[in-house]
């Protein structure tokens, strides 16, 4: 089907170099090559034009030939594309800077006072304009968003506890935990005693300060390290907050990157906490270093990254493209990615997707201990994104998972909390997901009835040297085992506890000899089917 | 729909409080309201001729309001009806005392000699009907009951082994067990040669008396300690068995109390055993106590409580009822709930229905350790319900397995293997498995797409103080995201490992918003599935 | 539907002999009986030209005394049968001979040198005549099958290294792992320098000779221990191969043996190695007196027994069988059976099938401790019986699996490596995988509501004495309540944890008694079912 062939005859010749050696010499052009689609239209001038001259063995007819010499070409070009989706995968040596990298960028944002709504976000995401094309979206105050209304945009220039003595005992300036987030404006005079039950500390971490909101309840407070308090004397306090609560916007920053297909992966962080580093400025580095790269590659999926405050954010997101949302056919929540802790995958609500495999394998296959946790109802975005309605295959990524750290939502959680190791491997495994998504595929075996004949094709040996060989070999059994069209390449590398590049490099190899047959991804029911219909 | 509305309007007044506040002042006639069938018949008068105010926040037209107003009624009439079904969990010390009570009960029906038919069964339901009103059926002897035919009745007035200085070495009236149940009428000296193999003793245990019977081979026979066995000389014995064996009935207590719904709970404890305290005095008890509660409060189900004798009472009941007997959705076969053991529930033939999970969920709730084990087609009266033909949900709850502790069957099985501690947490989790059955629903979260604001809505507030809050905020996350429709609560409370009444305190705040929405019963097929037709 | 009414009547004669005993004396015309297909042909006349007296107990109606009466001779009928099956299963004294037969087997056909083609696998095959009646096949050179080709015949007459002192340093007749099978001939003096490249030697085993193929490679080498190849000194080598390498046959041995269906049990034993006793003498021998032992019973299934050599000769049977090979239903490759090791069996690619459970259950049953193992597509020639294309449920038997033990494919794997205890061992557990397979059956549970009256039927007793009754008594509650037409006696089995034995012996004794009637296995979709369509 690859050729149109009376015009191949034509602009190509080919000469018997042996009793059993054939080349091909000729140019090859545009017109006589019907592609496949899996081979980027961009892409296709590869073939057109050049002059090719490529060995063949064993007595082929004319035809016969220079469609197995298309078919050589394609595969090559597809292999070509393929090693494009592994230079997703950085070297080790990379890493380290690019983990270095990250950790300049969260210590950047950190001193920036964000919030669900305000400046802050927006100066966020400018700063990300740096590394990836942002478009940054404002919703308007009282949007209806489902059950929600975006709520009017908080911003704040200055805040304090003075004493009597006209000393900032609490100073925003010195941090912006110290007021409670969307904190109404505020000027008075006032005894302690008043002040009291606006004030919040942690006694059980008497150094740090606690990190408090009240966006869906008029109310104001300010948050202040337990020996702060303690140090409070009975006096009357000038109390301060220049902020405004008014109508304005909800900010976020999306950026789309399109692929060959229309189908899109999700990566989604929250960009709402104000100066706490691992949740989630760790998020947000790596989310937009991963979407820089990514940009910059080949790719078959679309990709989708959101930068947009926790919850209101999401939801206001899904409101607006409700319509579009089921392109999502696989996503991942970042939060929590930079702390020393080891890595944790916690599953979609289906729990069973494409996604979750490939993440757990993914981790599986860093070399630090990692852990895959059941989805539940309570955490970040991937509340929204799995909730029944949208039931959307979105994981999350985290390192130690939230609130299980004595430093969650603490001042504590600063700049060295993050590490740039951490940020690195972290980056490193959702390229990883990535990677493994987008070469994931799903084949039918062409030679059903008993094993082809691998060694007289050459299959073993020209897999090049290495002591992965083997490993390829028994890979190429299981692929063809099991390529009965249902499935995956994904399912193939967990059943037989071969490495997910071992089984892709077998595929390839017994692709390109024409041993397997992508089967279309629209008969696959699974990966494409929504769960939950409203 | 819950609105006649034209009605409404004439009858009822509302003033707008505040901005926000409205208040509803007025009647509504009885003839405006249609009622939902979970409200029962009589608690409907609940709303009518009373004049109602209640608050209510933002803009709303008068129909929605007033819908709104009569929504949170029934709410409030359902929150009634399950605080009453929530009664039947006795407090601490009330179980205390329902032990002994039950403990008493034990007592004074362990003297009486019981078999398969006859007076001891007759005098047993008569003393139960001092707690329960209690219907007894008289099936004659003859009557084909599927594959059995219901035995001749027997009867026992004395027996005796005489030696020859006229002594009764072997006594009837010390124990009933002396005798073999069914033996038939005897008056006959004999040598000890001729006696001994009538002679039935435990080697192992020398002071036990064994329980035997002959029920389906005519025979005759003794039971003795070995230690009295050893002592019988070679003599002549005058052996006495006054029983008769003659066209009677078959006896069985039944206790049927209506509820809203025409489907069944079954309780089934059998009454065959002759002075055996824990098989089955402790199942006796216990299923009295339990339909005595059931019967004074409020219920969904209808319950049929069953005292029958093992096997062919059980087998008789189906047979006669062989036609209703599908409305049995969910039954308990109580049987050895009295001794010191841990709680031992025994899965029905499906193994996964209702019943399965509830009994599992109860008896992990209790605070001693407790066991589920799968089930086998050997045990007591789950066997005939289990039978394939009919292939009923209902499991069986015991403490120690029958046939793994020495005493079973013997006369070791006495009142003070029972324990009044025992009995009462038996009792205790039979409510909490009918309470958790009572209370089960599925729901249809009306708010599929995101999470609802459930700030907004005073939801977490809303609850009142306690520690138990946090846990109720993630059961209502939880319960919003698997209410799918599908998935009833108890499915939730397994797979949340949140306690069942989180769970329901959960959803009953979320229904009362507006959340959720019942799924009516007919729509789920498991729980009403046959598995077999024949 | 058993008998032909009127006729009946004209030949039997029934009296009755009490008030509830029938007696029938007559004779039972061939013609007036219509068998149900399981009564083997030849065993018909059992039932004809005798006269029966049979008792039966209650109120009768003519037809419905005669319909039990012929209903019983065929149940003895076919638990006669079913005794046949059992003798499947040798003594303990006879399994320890028939250990040294196959010992000696092994021994016998250890000297021959096979390779996937020649004179080798024709003696061999002509050997095992003397057990069995196999026919041999000879399939062309050059005949395609599937993916492959058959390769050209391989003989060997002789080959040796001489040093310049004329002394054979390597013999062939030594032994035939000594060269490389499919060695092209050769004839050439050559320096240690060129002939190193061709010699191939176990450096970790140096008194071991590997053994080395290179069937679809022309080449030429020489196997020797690492002390022969450190013993070579530098000198002029004489080299020669004295075999042929031209246009022949592949040879294969088929035996089929027909049963009462044409449902087959396929056994397969690969014939292609040297002198290698374990891998695969051992199966060889083991099939060879399988086969001979069913050949000689009455048997449901009918069974074919391959020997064939590994990969190109499974591949070449069903190429040539490729329509007909659905007719397998169930089947074994023996590879490695002999060795002192546990056993181990491979579970075919479906992994669920009737031979995966009947051998996991057999291997469990016997007293070593054995093992079951996931599908995987490397091995034997399980490979391709279970390619996609085919995906027939085979599994494999095998004692320590190949390649995990020093001595796979060396000169240590000897007569000596493989054990008449072993052979036995194997030879019983095949038998018994057969037995479990010949004896399974699904049924019906006619009396399905509420158990049967058992003891009325003295089936407790119509046992027989012995310990196992109660193990008996259990397995009818078990059968009796699974059997509901889907579930079969393996899985029974399996549920009840009980011996297959003992389920088929309690299956019996209903059956006999008409409280199970057989499902056909038509209507049974599992074991018929084929999972691939291409």
């Not at 084949?443 to 082809?452: A, M, Q």
């Not at 991804?521 to 219909?533: G, I, V």
């Amino acid at each position: 089907m690859l050729l149109c062939r009376p015009k191949m005859k034509e602009c190509c010749t080919f000469r018997r170099a042996s009793p059993t050696v054939f080349r091909l010499y000729g140019t090859i052009p545009k017109c006589s090559i019907r592609f496949p689609s899996s081979i980027p239209r961009n892409t296709r001038e590869v073939f057109v034009g050049t002059t090719q001259h490529l060995a063949s063995t064993g007595p082929q007819t004319t035809a016969q030939f220079l469609i197995a010499t298309v078919r050589t070409l394609i595969s090559l070009t597809e292999t070509k594309m393929r090693k494009v989706i592994h230079e997703l995968l950085p070297a080790e040596s990379d890493l380290e800077g690019l983990g270095h990298e990250m950790h300049a960028l969260v210590a950047e944002l950190y001193p920036i006072c964000r919030s669900i709504t305000g400046n802050g976000v927006r100066e966020t995401l400018g700063r990300l304009q740096r590394f990836i094309p942002l478009t940054v979206h404002e919703v308007p105050s009282g949007t209806r968003v489902f059950d929600w209304t975006v709520p009017l945009e908080w911003n704040i220039r200055d805040a304090y506890i003075k004493n009597s003595r006209g000393e900032r005992v609490i100073d925003f300036q010195k941090s912006n935990l110290h007021v409670v987030s969307y904190s109404t404006p505020l000027h008075k005079k006032m005894r302690l005693e008043e002040l009291r039950s606006h004030l919040f500390s942690l006694p059980d971490n008497p150094d740090w300060v606690p990190y408090r909101t009240s966006y869906y309840k008029r109310d104001w407070g300010f948050c202040l390290t337990h020996k702060q308090l303690l140090d409070l004397s009975e006096d009357e306090y000038e109390v301060c907050i220049e902020s405004s609560l008014e109508s304005g916007h909800l900010t976020y920053g999306e950026f789309y990157v399109r692929g060959e297909s229309s189908e899109e992966i999700l990566i989604s962080a929250h960009v709402c906490h104000p100066s706490l580093a691992n949740d989630n400025l760790s998020g947000i580095a790596v989310a937009c270093f991963l979407a820089k790269r990514i940009s910059q590659l080949r790719r078959k999926y679309s990709y989708r990254f959101l930068f947009a405050p926790g919850t209101i954010g999401a939801i206001t997101w899904l409101s607006i493209n409700e319509s579009t949302a089921h392109q999502i056919k696989h996503g991942l929540v970042l939060a929590g990615v930079g702390d020393a802790g080891s890595l944790t995958y916690k599953k979609s609500r289906r729990g069973n997707t494409d996604i979750d495999r490939a993440a757990t394998l993914a981790i599986c296959e860093t070399e630090s201990k990692s852990q895959t946790l059941d989805f539940t109802p309570y955490g970040y975005d991937e509340r929204q994104y799995c909730s029944p309605g949208f039931n959307l295959a979105v994981g999350r990524l985290s390192r130690t998972p939230h609130g299980t750290f004595p430093e969650y939502h603490t001042s504590a959680d600063n700049v060295s909390f993050v590490r740039p190791d951490s940020l690195g491997e972290s980056l490193s495994v959702c390229l990883h997901v990535v990677s493994i998504l987008e070469q994931n595929r799903t084949y039918l075996n062409t030679n059903p009835k008993c094993e082809p004949q691998l060694g007289e094709r050459n299959l073993y040996q020209s897999l090049g040297g290495g002591s992965d060989n083997k490993a390829t070999e028994l890979a190429m059994l299981w692929v063809l085992n099991l390529s009965d069209g249902k499935q995956s390449l994904l399912e193939i590398a967990e059943r037989s506890h071969l490495r997910f590049e071992v089984i892709v490099r077998a595929a390839n190899a017994l692709k390109e000899h024409g041993l397997l047959e992508e089967v279309s991804a629209q008969s696959l029911p699974r990966s494409t089917e929504r769960q939950f219909a409203n």
